[in-house]
């Protein structure tokens, strides 16, 4: 089964794949211009690697962000499985991670990193 995760963010979207086991690649992320653009790269992305299941992280604390990933979501013509994962504090996981970077900018590294974080969480509990 293979799978991608996004972390939706308001400037950048996340990307991580998981084709084999429980190996987790980020991928480079996607700057968003508007939503069409972004919905349309993801789902060029999802097609291009045969995704099975997408998995989105899902922020418990935001109901505004909630409300913003959901109406992206379904703005996605992505007819297979989707879940829902809790991505509570992974983009500052992902940063920690990055601390050591001295090229680190906001250039999607962070949130193709924090996808993977939240891909990984998903991985584990299933």
Not at 70 to 86: A, G, R, S, W
Request: aromatic fraction near 6%; glycine fraction near 4%; hydrophobic fraction near 40%.
């Amino acid at each position: 089964m293979k799978l991608c995760c996004i972390d939706i963010g308001l400037k950048r979207i996340g990307l991580a794949i998981c084709l084999q086991g429980d190996i987790v690649t980020p991928l480079p992320a996607i700057l968003r211009k508007n939503r069409n653009q972004a919905s349309n790269d993801v789902l060029k992305t999802l097609n291009e690697w045969e995704i099975d299941t997408l998995v989105v992280g899902y922020p418990s604390a935001s109901e505004d962000m909630q409300k913003r990933i959901k109406h992206f979501v379904n703005l996605l013509d992505f007819d297979k499985e989707i879940i829902f994962q809790e991505e509570n504090m992974s983009s500052i996981e992902a940063e920690d991670l990055m601390k050591g970077d001295i090229k680190y900018k906001r250039d999607g590294r962070v949130d193709s990193l924090a996808a993977k974080i939240i891909l990984e969480r998903y991985l584990s509990k299933n």
